[in-house]
């Protein structure tokens, strides 16, 4: 079996790269166990500051569908287990305090889409396609749709994932699926320098912006202001704030 998830860090960015391009990058137990510990890497060392996810020609197709038929053989609760693994990964892309960023090429499909739509930031090459077209095979996407309703609202959440239509990058885009979108042959340049900035950026300060960012979900917005008084007056006491705002009082 190769190697399901290629990883290489430099200057603070850990990047993985899905490796079954025979497959579009399907998402099989192997890889998922291969995330999983990707994530673990990125928690565990100090070193990392930001995790980068990509593909190649094709971020990920989705599910491996031979695995998923295989399935219908196993009893519910194994499937469940099975199907918790995914969304374990979905959510420790979220606690992770740390920017997680996809670079998306090609196609970002079903639990591929899913995977892109996990991260804090994703960029986008012109070629990338996401969609949600588990339908079409008589199948729900369960795990991916509380996301996907958060990023796009409910009336084009449930359009997407009940016609399985698939957007264009420039509609991904328009619709709050990606960050940003440039031309494929840009697209190198643009995440490295995003990736750059955000791991030359305070871990601590992004870290207190990440748990506040998706704590709000959760808060009425009296709570959200009450939430953000708290970041305020914590972020005055690291040690990251003190030294940049004695150096900008110093220009």
């Known amino acids: 079996m190769t190697q399901r998830v290629l990883q290489t ?14 497959k579009k990058n399907a998402l099989d137990q192997a890889m998922l166990d291969a995330l999983h510990e990707t994530l673990t890497t990125a928690e565990l060392d100090p070193s990392v500051r930001v995790l980068a996810l990509r593909g190649g ?7 491996d569908l031979t695995e998923l038929l295989e399935s219908r053989d196993r009893g519910t609760e194994e499937n469940t287990r099975a199907a918790s693994r995914f969304a374990d990964l979905f959510l420790r ?13 090609g196609r970002a499909l079903a639990g591929g ?3 892109a739509t996990a991260c804090d930031l994703v960029l986008a090459g012109e070629s990338a396609r996401f969609g949600y077209p588990e339908i079409a095979r008589g199948f729900v ?4 749709l509380g996301l996907l309703r958060r990023a796009v609202g ?11 239509r698939v957007l264009t990058a420039r509609e991904a885009l328009a619709a709050g699926l990606c960050s940003r979108v440039v031309p494929d042959d840009a697209l ?15 871990g601590s300060a992004l870290a207190l912006l990440k748990r506040e960012f998706y704590a709000l979900e959760r808060r009425s917005l009296e709570e959200g202001f009450a939430l953000g008084a708290e ?6 006491t690291l040690p990251d704030f003190q030294a940049g705002l004695a150096a900008f009082l110093k220009r």
Request: charged fraction near 20%.
């Open 9 to 22: 860090t430099e200057d603070g960015v850990l990047t993985a790269t899905l490796n079954r391009p025979e």
């Open 57 to 63: 020609s094709d971020f990920c197709a989705g599910m």
């Open 93 to 105: 892309m979220r606690h992770l305090a740390k920017p997680v960023v996809a670079i998306v090429r």
């Open 113 to 115: 889409a899913g995977l």
């Open 141 to 144: 996407p369960a795990l991916v």
């Open 154 to 164: 409910e009336k084009l959440a449930f359009d997407l994932a009940s016609t399985g």
């Open 188 to 202: 190198d340049t643009e995440s490295r320098t995003v990736l750059g900035a955000l791991a030359g950026s305070s």
């Open 231 to 236: 970041v305020n007056a914590l972020a005055r």
